[in-house]
């Protein structure tokens, strides 16, 4: 991480998924609707919220491929996500993408 800051980027296109992803009932049983508009206040005012560019499709999951340009547009360090389709592509540009748990590593090891 360029100067040891951690800067979250997102963009309208995520924020409609996990807006789809929190209307689901599996997810409805473990957190509530006050919950999740603290979520997305708490997101939108901690995130830089960018447009993303049309790329060619990059990824297994053409679904996918507006995170990857998310991370080019954003000149990314990281995307960090669980998504099988994404990490097996492992790098984009410089961005390197990883598990939740890798960044949490390179966190602590930046913080030691």
Do not use: W
Not at 39 to 45: I, Q, R, W
Not at 57 to 77: E, F, T, V
Request: charged share 25%.
């Amino acid at each position: 991480m360029r100067n040891e800051q951690i800067i979250i980027i997102t963009c309208e296109e995520q924020l409609v998924e996990l807006t789809e992803a929190f209307q689901k009932p599996k997810l409805q049983k473990y957190i509530t609707s006050p919950q999740i508009a603290t979520f997305f206040s708490f997101l939108k005012g901690v995130s830089r919220i960018i447009s993303t560019p049309e790329i060619k499709p990059l990824c297994r999951d053409p679904k996918d491929d507006y995170l990857l340009a998310l991370s080019i547009a954003s000149d990314a360090d990281y995307l960090v996500t669980g998504d099988k389709d994404l990490l097996v592509i492992q790098q984009i540009n410089h961005t390197s993408i990883i598990k939740y748990t890798d960044l949490e590593n390179i966190i602590n090891l930046l913080t030691q």
